[in-house]
């Protein structure tokens, strides 16, 4: 087990340069698959789902080239359709490459995919899109086993229950080269779609709308090698404007895109954070007396979910009530438990949660649940007084890149161990 060990309370001045997003690096990477060509990846980021993707490349006979930021997929010799248990649950973006394997070899065969514990996280709206699109799904092993299969796959008219952004690429990949026009309705809208089209683009698919609520892609028959940059991850950025909310002094972020965080900033700037916004960066300060404020999460271009547990740390040191609902998964209130044992005041039931600031909060030794719940820890950790302990923080690696470095380098007193 790694654990992340923080001596809190220190200022954080000097520059974090965001990395390459998650989200979208998960979809680019099977995404790439579908190439008869070369396709280079540029700005990725150094996370261990990106590692655990290029395992499947790998036994999917993928050829790989890595160089730190790059990576360059060679699919000219894929030979297998199935992907084990093992690798399937690893992560949940796994499930990109029941798109992808369907389109290249009109069938697939893995498992339910994997990913932080945040709800039941089901995957119906992918799996009704790949029968619109004319295949049959298959489930054997207790309905863990998927095998999906289509003669040919024919464009059709998709409308999705809910606005899922896992659903929306799956069907976009899947869509690329089916024969005729797919329409995807209520699609999701989030920052990395957009960057998952523009590669299959350049790629010489014919897809456009992403990024709005209804996407079309006309079927082509075939696709080029090409090239795509990964955009700044939004919720690294999110994350570390928070700790800069905090404890910043001149602290900048940069290499962001600040409208893919307006609404975060919107409402740090109701609480009167300290901040200043330059073209691609964001330079904090601590600010003294924040105002508490209320947040709910929603799909792109609302409040992020992703950002909601971090933010739950920010508003215990605000002067007041806040009010706080999670409204897409269930269970993602994994962080709370551990923040009132260092000293918050947080009253959660389900998904909603009512925060009374401010409070002074110590060090204990706490668990990382899944990803952004430690994401909140390590927040929390910088402004407690003392030491805190954060174990399984396997979970943080996930999604942040370089944390630890990026962290010290800007005066945290924070180390990463292996027990
Ligand atoms: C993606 C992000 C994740 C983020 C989430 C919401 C990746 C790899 N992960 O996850 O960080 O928290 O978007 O912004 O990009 N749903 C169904 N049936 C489905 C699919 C989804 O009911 O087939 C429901 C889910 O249970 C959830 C909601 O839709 O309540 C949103 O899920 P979705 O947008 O699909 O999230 P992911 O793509 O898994």
């Not at 900048?252 to 954070?273: C, D, F, S, T, W």
Request: hydrophobic letters at 40%.
């Amino acid at each position: 087990m790694k654990q992340i060990i923080i001596e809190g309370n220190k200022s954080l001045s000097g520059k974090i340069k965001i990395g390459g997003a998650k989200n979208s690096v998960v979809a680019l990477i099977p995404a790439a698959i579908l190439a008869s060509g070369n396709v280079k990846i540029t700005n990725v980021p150094n996370i261990s789902d990106k590692d655990a993707l290029i395992e499947i490349l790998k036994l999917l006979n993928v050829k790989v080239k890595k160089q730190t930021g790059i990576i360059e997929i060679d699919s000219s010799e894929i030979k297998n359709n199935v992907i084990p248990e093992n690798l399937s649950n690893k992560l949940r973006a796994s499930y990109y490459f029941m798109g992808a394997l369907l389109t290249k070899f009109k069938k697939v065969e893995m498992y339910f995919p994997g990913g932080c514990n945040i709800g039941s996280r089901p995957i119906d709206l992918h799996l009704k899109g790949f029968e619109a699109l004319g295949a049959t799904v298959k489930k054997e092993e207790e309905d863990s086993k998927y095998i999906i299969e289509a003669n040919e796959l024919k464009g059709a008219n998709i409308f999705l229950d809910f606005a899922s952004v896992g659903a929306t690429i799956n069907l976009m990949i899947a869509a690329t080269m089916a024969k005729g026009k797919t329409k995807i309705m209520n699609a999701a809208r989030e920052a990395e779609i957009s960057n998952i089209a523009d590669l299959l683009n350049n790629m010489g698919a014919k897809i456009s709308g992403a990024g709005t609520e209804e996407i079309t892609i006309i079927g082509v028959k075939r696709l080029h090698g090409g090239e795509i940059k990964v955009i700044p991850d939004r919720i690294e950025a999110g994350t570390y404007i928070i700790m800069g909310a905090l404890l910043g002094k001149n602290l900048v972020i940069e290499g962001m895109i600040p409208e893919h965080n307006i609404v975060l900033l919107n409402k740090l700037q109701e609480m009167g954070v300290d901040f200043k916004l330059q073209n691609h960066k964001i330079i904090l300060n601590k600010s003294k007396n924040l105002n508490p404020t209320n947040v709910r999460t929603v799909v792109y271009p609302g409040f992020p979910t992703d950002l909601g547990q971090p933010m739950a740390v920010l508003l215990t040191q605000a002067h007041g009530i806040s009010l706080f609902e999670e409204t897409i998964w269930e269970n993602r209130m994994g962080h709370v438990k551990y923040l009132n044992k260092m000293g918050a005041k947080i009253e959660a039931e389900r998904q909603h949660a009512k925060i009374t600031g401010p409070t002074k909060l110590h060090g204990e030794q706490i668990t990382a649940t899944d990803l952004r719940a430690g994401a909140a820890l390590v927040t929390a950790g910088l402004i407690a007084e003392g030491t805190t302990i954060i174990n399984d923080a396997e979970h943080i690696l996930r999604g942040y890149e370089r944390i630890i470095n990026k962290l010290s380098s800007v005066g945290a007193n924070i180390r990463i161990t292996e027990i």
